[in-house]
T-cell receptor
């Protein structure tokens, strides 16, 4: 079974502070991990995926298979980062490519 | 590139009524998904289509929910009869292929309120 856990429903930081959104997963095979973001009144969109190992809007995330984690980090938060963030997992093979989402973390960056 | 289109944007119905949602995926996308997002939770997959065939409907409450994608393009999700707990945002997503979860594009969703 695929499961994604985001332990924080709400996270509030000040502008310029570092931010880390936690994500832990459960999957018996080799997963692919994603972070999705939903800004106010906008549709859900992909932020980054672990395979590409890229930085998007200053955010990075490293897959730690030992700790089964995929935490999202940004060294200096900006007000425009305020949004709902979802961690998602996809398996491999057959219908396992479907995305399983966590419950999300609402990030608020205060001025 | 046009995005995934969904309609209506909002719907309010009374319990035990029926309702239908429509989704038009990105042109050429073979795979189509319907997700249910209850307030405070992440999206949950209801059904996955590959062209006009069902790949996964294991989490679809089949006693009241049905979905079809007759010509392998647009899709309809129906609830009959609706219950209060069906209040949620129903998201449609599409992708070129089912062989990867990369490349999902989501629609804006339909917000359903059952009173």
């Amino acid at each position: 079974a695929q499961r994604v856990t985001q332990p924080e429903k709400l996270l509030s930081v000040f502008k310029g502070a570092p931010v880390e959104l936690k994500c832990n997963y459960s999957y018996s095979g080799s997963p692919e991990l994603f972070w999705y973001v939903q800004y106010s009144r906008q549709r859900l969109q992909l932020l980054l995926r672990h395979i590409s190992r890229e930085s998007i809007k200053g955010f990075t995330a490293d897959l730690n298979k030992g700790e089964t984690s995929f935490h999202l980090k940004k060294p200096f938060a900006q007000e425009e980062d305020s949004a709902m963030y979802y961690c998602a997992l996809s398996g491999s093979g057959g219908s396992n490519y479907k995305l399983t989402f966590g419950k999300g973390t609402l990030l608020t960056v205060n001025p | 590139e046009a995005g995934v289109a969904q309609s209506p944007r909002y719907k309010i119905i009374e319990k035990r009524q029926s309702v239908a949602f429509w989704c038009n995926p990105i042109s050429g996308h073979a795979t189509l998904y319907w997700y249910q997002q209850i307030l405070g939770q992440g999206p949950k997959l209801l059904i996955q289509f590959q062209n006009n065939g069902v790949v996964d409907d294991s989490q679809l409450p089949k006693d009241r929910f049905s979905a079809e994608r007759l010509k392998g393009v647009d899709s309809t999700l129906k609830i009959q009869p609706a219950k209060l707990e069906d209040s949620a945002v129903y998201l449609c997503a599409s992708s070129l292929t089912a062989r990867t979860a990369y490349g999902y594009t989501f629609g804006s969703g339909t917000r359903l309120t059952v009173v």
